[in-house]
């Protein structure tokens, strides 16, 4: 039922946390878990939190970057605790599971990553940079960092919440093809800043914050296959334009 | 706001636990937390799960027996996974929520206990003869018993929900400048079909589909001023590019 969801852990120090995400993951039907770069796993302590849900340790992929971890994912969401100066666009855990998890044909074919930061520093801007979406807890401002565990588990009960509603999801856009996958967007956006030095308009020392705003417009658009390729008709076209 | 919420623990076996409980209802803005015959309290892994919120532990109250912890609530609600054969009222967590967190002058004057059983067993039925309703969180009925911290974790984030505490909702985009007016996305259409033709790549009797996809693409990210500047910008080194 959520089985286009996976839930993605970037650096996290303390086993116990992976086994108790582990177990928030299973007890809400959600069972796809990578691991970026976990300081240490397979662990006891992983195990011993994890209680019955060790299936999900056993069949957790590490991966050495998150790149690689999401590059089969149409739609990536980056949790944060942090109000950023700058703007992104966000979702709350509600309006996630509501956008994403409630039952609908064409957006059961997407991949879904769910990515969760460090424990002490969550996700850092390049990481960030690679969401679509930020992920927020409305919590007590006071005292808003929630336990790694605990914040998987409030993410994956809306979305357990929200799968059994059988509504549908009327917002956000109605796209023709597939989306595109997380790799697709990062082989576009690589052809993008190749033509934009190309052509002569990335300067060196501004290069990363204009595509970080170019990323930004892009992933608000959620492109399909389809416009990805018209998209990049027109960078090669650019690139060889007078030659 | 959720003062008049009391968080009871029954019989916990692992002092990490508690420390967890803390956590998770200092992240929600519930602070009163009651212990009935912990078996080990206060201890040094309470206090460490707890992290920021040894204040909540500091202050934590520990009973004999779960009579004396309730005696000043006028509404019990207990925590269970088990679907029991004796009938009982039956409330979700967000009914539960709905129905007692929300905004209300009669309901801020009851005191509210939600109480939580032994992690392995639950609570015992002469335990539950206290309570009004039985609390269940909906989840993987292949799996179903949470972790004790994740499950106050999950009612408490309820119930600040419903409290209304959360900030305004930000679904959509967050843009920092203001929007592009119509007329500012008519001149950057006007401009990128030029561009189009200038490189070569819109064909006569294409361009009329190929500007539709492009407009959607673009109207889709909703883009600001600032955003179209920068687009002006890139089309303009397109144009010259190679001159």
Redesign the interface.
């Known amino acids: 039922m959520l089985s286009n969801f996976k839930i993605v852990l970037v650096e996290t120090s303390h086993p116990g946390n992976i086994g108790?995400v582990a177990?928030?993951m299973?007890?809400?039907?959600v069972s796809e878990l990578c691991l970026v770069s976990p300081k240490v796993f397979p662990s006891a302590d992983a195990t011993s939190?994890a209680?019955?849900?060790d299936d999900i340790l056993s069949s957790a992929i590490v991966y050495g970057c998150l790149q690689e971890a999401i590059a089969d994912c149409q739609i990536v969401l980056g949790a944060s605790a942090r109000d950023r100066t700058?703007?992104?666009?966000?979702?709350?855990a509600?309006?996630c599971a509501e956008k994403f998890a409630t039952v609908s044909e064409a957006k059961a074919r997407d991949k879904i990553a769910i990515v969760f930061g460090r424990e002490n520093s969550g996700l850092k801007n390049h990481e960030l940079d690679l969401c679509h979406y930020l992920l927020?807890?409305?919590?007590?401002s006071a005292?808003?960092?929630?336990?790694l565990?605990?914040a998987v588990?409030?993410v994956c009960?809306e979305l357990?919440?929200a799968s059994?509603q059988q509504r549908e999801s009327t917002?956000g856009?109605k796209n023709e093809g597939s989306l595109a996958s997380a790799r697709q967007m990062e082989l576009f956006y690589e052809h993008l800043q190749q033509t934009?030095a190309?052509?002569?308009?990335l300067h060196v020392d501004k290069s990363q914050s204009?595509m970080r705003?170019?990323r930004r417009?892009?992933n608000?658009?959620?492109?399909d296959t389809k416009?990805v390729d018209?998209?990049r008709?027109?960078l090669r076209?650019?690139q060889?334009?007078?030659?």
């Not at 299973?26 to 039907?29: A, D, E, F, L, R």
């Open positions: 108790g177990r928030a299973k007890n809400m039907g939190r209680a019955g849900s700058i703007s992104w666009p966000e979702l709350t509600r309006e927020r807890i409305p919590c007590n005292y808003s960092s929630l336990n565990a605990a588990q409030v009960y357990f919440i059994g917002i856009d934009l190309d052509i002569g308009f204009i705003r170019l417009i892009y608000r658009a959620a492109l416009e018209i998209l008709g027109i076209f650019s060889n334009h007078n030659k």
